[in-house]
């Protein structure tokens, strides 16, 4: 009897072993798009209209402005207040808050400088642009034009900090040092890259064809991706290593922000875009080329683009709720439940839709949390930057 | 496959057609042709990207020899109806060439290019289809 007890359980252990190092089937057209989002990490990036830009000198100036509350109208907000380390560079609010509280999520930094449109309307078409509207949006840190002019110019340290950056002392012109801030601002988030996920592992093993290693991928995530890949489609507009296209769509999140008040999205983002005198197109643009303005200068303005909204990334998103661009959604169990219920009356699309209620099962839309999760990882300690003249 | 090289190979045979140069460098691209015009074109850089700007190079003729003007070039994606987010422009390089800069395909599917050609008052409308995985 206790033979046979024995032997029932070693079965059942080994079928659980098996269960634990199962790979479902994965056909060649699968694994090409599994693998169309890696390898992890990309090459580092380096913007061209950015002399700063991959610089360790404009790094470490960028880092410091980047904590510095004196930019700030009040000298009480630094751009860290809303975008914190230890919050995947975001804050954890639904909406952000600044002087007052925000119509939008504060977006996470995470690999921003790999994009080409930034904010979540794609106001901005340069890293560095976009920093310059919350050092002077009275909304936000309310800094005014001439504010980091004068402070890089009294602050001894900050002072020598930018001449190791830009080749020279802070001068009398407020709106290039306005500009050099932000250059240097972008110089540093271009460097906050997320760290390798369990899925980079599975993709990794699964391109080279190392079942054994790619067997240790949860199941639950393999089906996720599966369906996120396959039937979700998730992968049209959430594609590539950084799992966004970096473009703009409209998914059935209500556009009222408050009664009689809409959110146009990226319809009035482009009015600001065109109207910005710091976009790319414009004289503070380093590329001599003009290559890297190629966006700005053929983006159309078209009606579909009201409501439209730029697609996240989806690294580290297990770790940076709320969602959607005004954090309307707490948990990324309601993500799935809006793409699986969203009602297609609202997307007003003429042909085949890309999005369209999903319908998931329980188990599917808990399949597609857990691959979601796998895109998560435990980033390393930061440590504090060194001082910019010792 | 063979017979489109066989069709093409007809077309060439007529004098007014050997004269449209479809080599533009690095490669001849695409051949898009009709009864009145013949159109050779390839993107540059050679390998259209998801989400990456790219220019196409454009040499286009007529069935008798006169010069050929590209009017407007475009994509769309026709299962879900929408175009592209950006609106290219069109640089005349003279005898038929041209450039048109300022594409950008934001998603992988079918795209639908769309190439508006005319000779004096006769003007057509030719189409290409591409599969971006």
Not at chain 1, 342 to 361: A, E, Q, Y
């Given at each position: 009897m206790r033979l046979l007890l024995l032997l029932v359980w070693l079965l059942a252990v080994g079928a659980v072993g098996v269960r634990a190092q199962q790979l479902l089937d994965w056909s060649s057209d699968e694994i090409r798009a599994v693998g169309?989002?890696?390898?992890?990490?990309p090459p580092p990036v380096r913007d061209p209209?950015?002399?700063?830009?991959?610089t360790p000198a404009g790094i470490a100036l960028g880092e410091h402005l980047f904590n510095e509350?004196?930019?700030s109208g009040d000298g009480r907000m630094s751009c860290?207040?809303?975008?914190q380390a230890g919050r995947e560079w975001s804050d954890g609010l639904a909406k952000a808050r600044g002087a007052v509280e925000l119509d939008r999520r504060t977006p996470s930094?995470?690999?921003?400088?790999?994009?080409h449109w930034f904010g979540w309307d794609g106001a901005g078409d340069s890293l560095w642009a976009q920093s310059i509207r919350p050092l002077l949006d009275p909304r936000e840190?309310?800094?005014?034009?001439t504010r980091a002019g004068e402070f890089l110019r009294s602050d001894l340290a900050f002072a020598c900090g930018y001449e190791r950056a830009f080749g020279s002392k802070p001068g009398t012109d407020d709106e290039r040092l306005l500009v050099d801030t932000a250059k240097a601002l972008a110089a540093f988030q271009a460097t906050l890259v997320s760290p390798r996920a369990p899925f980079d592992d599975f993709r990794d093993a699964l391109v080279s064809g190392d079942r054994e290693s790619a067997a240790r991928y949860p199941l639950a995530a393999q089906r996720g991706l599966k369906l996120f890949i396959g039937?979700?489609?998730?992968?049209?507009?959430?594609?590539g290593p950084r799992f966004t296209s970096g473009e703009f769509g409209d998914?059935?999140?209500?556009?009222?922000?408050?009664?009689?008040?809409?959110?146009?999205g990226r319809l009035g983002g482009l009015g600001r875009l065109a109207a910005?005198?710091?976009?790319?197109?414009?004289?503070?643009?380093?590329?001599?080329?003009?290559?890297?303005a190629r966006r700005t200068r053929h983006v159309q303005r078209q009606?579909?683009?009201?409501g439209e909204f730029r697609v996240p990334g989806l690294r580290q998103v297990g770790r940076s709720?709320?969602?959607m661009h005004n954090g309307s959604l707490a948990t990324l169990e309601d993500v799935i439940r809006h793409y699986s219920e969203?009602?297609?009356?609202?997307?007003?699309?003429?042909?085949?839709?890309?999005?369209?209620?999903?319908?998931?099962?329980a188990e599917q839309s808990a399949d597609l949390v857990a691959f979601l999760r796998s895109l998560d990882a435990e980033p390393l300690a930061r440590p504090s930057p060194a001082p910019l003249c010792p | 496959m063979r017979l489109a090289a066989a069709l093409l190979g007809t077309l060439l045979a007529t004098p007014a057609w050997a004269?449209?140069?479809?080599?533009?460098?690095r490669g001849t691209g695409w051949v898009v042709f009709s009864e009145h015009y013949l159109m050779a074109f390839r993107p540059d850089p050679l390998r259209i990207e998801v989400g990456e700007p790219f220019a196409l190079i454009l040499n286009v003729c007529t069935r008798n020899g006169g010069a050929a003007e590209l009017l407007a070039v475009d994509a769309n994606m026709p299962e879900h109806r929408h175009g592209m987010n950006y609106r290219a422009t069109i640089v005349a390089k003279g005898d038929g060439r041209f450039r048109a800069e300022g594409f950008l395909f934001h998603m992988p599917g079918r795209w639908e290019i769309t190439f508006d050609v005319r000779a004096g008052d006769d003007s057509e409308r030719l189409t290409h289809d591409i599969i971006l995985k």
């Open positions: 169309q989002h890696g390898p992890w990490p209209s950015n002399k700063v830009s991959g509350p004196r930019l860290a207040k809303c975008h930094l995470w690999n921003v400088g790999y994009l840190m309310n800094g005014g034009p039937e979700a489609n998730c992968n049209l507009c959430h594609l998914i059935g999140i209500p556009f009222f922000v408050r009664p009689g008040e809409v959110d146009s910005n005198p710091f976009n790319l197109l414009g004289k503070y643009n380093d590329d001599a080329t003009g290559n890297n009606h579909a683009n009201f709720g709320p969602y969203v009602s297609p009356d609202r997307l007003h699309s003429d042909g085949i839709p890309l999005v369209r209620p999903l319908g998931l099962s | 004269d449209c140069a479809l080599d533009l460098g």
